[in-house]
C-alpha cells in the first residue's frame, strides 16, 4: 500500500529533523545518539513512507557530521591551537551517509513521480 504524498513530504521532514538530532547526539554523547537514532529508524520503518523517511534521516545524520567536522577540520590548523588530524575518516562517514540518503531520497522521489 502507497503512501499518500502529504505523507511521504512529512515523514522525510521528521526523518531529517530525527537525523538531525541523532547526528549531533552522536557526537555529543554517543550512546545516547544511537539510543535516539534507533528509536527514529523504528520510526521511521512503522511510520509514512520508509524510503522518504529514511532518505530524510540519512541526510540529516550525514549532512551534521558533514558540516561539524567539516568545520572543525578546515577551522583548525596548528598554528591556530587547535588541531583535528584525527577526524578524516569520520568526516568521509558522514559525507557517505549523506550521499546515501540523497541516493535514496531521489529514488524516492522519481518512483513517486513515475507512479503519479
Known amino acids: 500500500m502507497r503512501a499518500p504524498a502529504a505523507s511521504r513530504g512529512s515523514s522525510w521532514i521528521a526523518g531529517a529533523a530525527l537525523g538531525l538530532l541523532a547526528g549531533f547526539l552522536l557526537l555529543e554523547s554517543p550512546l545516547f545518539g544511537l539510543v535516539v537514532l534507533s ?21 540529516g545524520l550525514g549532512g551534521t557530521w558533514t558540516l561539524l567536522l567539516g568545520r572543525v577540520k578546515f577551522s583548525c590548523t596548528v598554528n591556530s591551537g587547535c588541531a583535528a588530524p584525527t577526524i ?18 531521489l529514488g524516492a522521489v522519481r518512483a513517486r513521480c513515475g507512479r503519479n
Do not use: E, P
Open 39 to 59: 528509536a527514529a529508524a523504528v520510526l521511521v520503518a512503522v511510520k509514512g513512507d520508509r524510503n522518504s523517511g529514511f532518505g530524510g534521516l540519512l541526510i
Open 88 to 105: 578524516d575518516t569520520y568526516l568521509a562517514i558522514g559525507i557517505a551517509i549523506l550521499v546515501l540518503g540523497s541516493a535514496l531520497s
